[in-house]
């Protein structure tokens, strides 16, 4: 089990200054702050308010609801931290969602391709019937 420390701050420190497994909180900027926990070097932002996160202080160690997902990095890690664990999330929905992108472009390339088939076998028929025309004519 991964452990994730916090650090209340005033300010939220800068990138550099941050280490791993630390989530930095500013109360006075509603907002938390720490590097993504699969060691990417990502910093998240999670800012606090009734429509973004909640942070639970329980004396000793944190809780962020909802769960984090890092859609927008190249790790997508999906985890939430409970009290001061990082528990894994499942990527199943994102990989739905991606799959079903996917096959979504498939369907429509194929069908692209089955256009241009015809356009194809379409003009070499045109094509055709203007050789043989051409030919008829000239004897
Ligand atoms: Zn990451």
Redesign the pocket.
């Known amino acids: 089990m991964k452990i994730i420390d916090h650090e209340f701050v005033e300010f939220i420190p800068e990138h550099e200054d941050m280490e791993d497994g630390v989530i930095y909180i500013s109360l006075d900027y509603d907002t938390a702050v720490h590097n993504?926990?699969?060691?990417?070097d990502?910093q998240v932002v999670t800012p606090l308010s009734p429509t973004d996160w909640k942070l639970t202080y329980n004396g000793e160690s944190v809780s962020l609801y909802p769960s984090i997902g890092?859609w927008e990095?190249d790790?997508k890690?999906h985890y939430w931290v409970k009290e001061g664990e990082v528990i894994w999330a499942e990527r199943w929905s994102e990989q739905r969602v991606h799959s079903g992108r996917e096959a979504d472009q498939k369907t429509k390339s194929h069908h692209f391709e089955q256009k241009n088939d015809e356009n194809r076998e379409k003009l070499f028929h045109k094509f055709k019937t203007f050789l043989v025309t051409l030919f008829k004519e000239q004897n």
């Open positions: 993504c926990v699969c060691g990417c990502q890092n990095f790790c890690s």
